[in-house]
Nanobody, 124 residues
Framework: QVQLVESGGGLVQAGGSLRLSCAAS????????MGWFRQAPGKEREFVAT????????TYADSVKGRFTISRDNAKNTVYLQMNSLKPEDTAVYYC?????????????????WGQGTQVTVSS
């Protein structure tokens, strides 16, 4: 069993930055790809970014490419999402998720474990 706890959300003005963190329990962190997803009010949850177990490979949604950076520290069992140049349309609950394999994935069904989410609100 893997438990994921997100932190770092909050209220920020457009153009600002936030860094989300997701701490994972267990000894298998480096063997699991990690992903960030988000769900805006009234919308379905969508993929944001993913990183392989080693951290050597990443992929981003087109809407965040060039603004967001996913990274991980396997010694700390933590994955991060650095969000820069935030826009009001980035407002959502952000979830981190863990895959059972080290290869990254962009589909929700590929992830076995989910955090409780952290709210990010970007004001215009």
């Amino acid at each position: 069993q893997v438990q994921l706890v997100e932190s770092g959300g909050g209220l920020v003005q457009a153009g600002g930055s936030l860094r989300l963190s997701c701490a994972a329990s267990g000894r298998t962190f480096s063997s699991r790809a990690m992903g960030w997803f988000r769900q805006a009010p009234g919308k379905e949850r969508e993929f944001v970014a993913t990183i392989s177990g080693s951290g050597g490979s990443t992929t981003y949604a087109d809407s965040v490419k060039g603004r967001f950076t996913i990274s991980r520290d396997n010694a700390k069992n933590t994955v991060y999402l650095q969000m820069n140049s935030l826009k009001p349309e980035d407002t959502a609950v952000y979830y981190c998720a863990a895959r059972p394999t080290p290869n990254w994935g962009v589909r929700e069904y590929e992830y076995s474990y989910w955090g409780q989410g952290t709210q990010v609100t970007v004001s215009s």
